[in-house]
């Protein structure tokens, strides 16, 4: 059951995608993150929204506003706080038997959940590769420099590439350079001081930004008790069938039960 819906929004109007059943006791509130809309990247949104609603839950997935279909200026992930609440009152009033609810974002979208999960009632997250290390002019954070080297340096080719003169020996320097940078950590602390209830966060163990989220956590002094879970993928948004099944399975098992599956994840 799929039906399309209009939500005001601060002087704007949100548009919104709903997938479940009227009865659903566990309602999914998607946030997306970048500039994707409600179908997500690689289809990610609409094809976790299929796999949730066939076992029996409620999905809202909305656009905020200046992205997709919905209008207004864009606001960002750190001002989407009104539409997140736009779209939290969408999933109540079309699933008013909704008990559990549940918020799931990629990227920038799992930070704009951690950030306001809390304020919205949501009672449990489950935080895709989250967005807390911003990087600094074109090169991508620390973290993620450490991890791309890593694998480099045990790759021929790329040491065949590098004595054939095909890497540019400037931004090689730079990037070892900024590799040993301490990153911003205001972020990743706004980040861990704001989440509330039970917390899973799903990691894609190749992907840069993920790396940059293991890193920023680490390095945190005081933080809540999280679960996590890495999958094996370089794709950022879980693309391949291996690291889609594996993510929808996650989403599954984190609400089979009032906490989190010790099967699938090891605590942070």
Known sequence: MRTIVTKSCEGEVLVATLDGSRDATVGWLFATGGRQTRVGPHRL???????????GHAVVRIDRRGIGDSTGDDPGYLGSAPDLKAAVEVLTSHFPNVKRRVGFGLCDGASALALYGGQL??????????????PVG???????????????????????????????????????MHS????????????????????????????????????AWRDLGTKPIVTTLRIATTSHSFADPTAFEALAAAMLSAVASSGHSAAIASSS
């Open 45 to 55: 949104y609409e094809r976790l929204a299929l796999r949730l609603a066939q076992a």
């Open 180 to 215: 040993a940078v301490r990153p911003d950590d205001t972020l990743a602390r706004r980040f861990a001081l704001a989440l509330k209830g039970e917390v899973l966060i799903v990691l894609a163990d190749g992907d840069g930004t993920a790396q940059s989220f293991a890193a």
């Open 121 to 134: 009632g949501l009672t449990d997250l489950v935080l895709a590769n989250p967005w807390v290390v911003e």
């Open 138 to 176: 074109d090169l991508p954070p620390a973290a993620a420099i450490r991890g791309h080297y890593a694998k480099r340096l045990v790759d021929p080719r790329a040491w065949a590439r590098l004595l054939r003169g095909g890497v540019n020996l400037g931004r090689l320097a730079r990037g070892v």
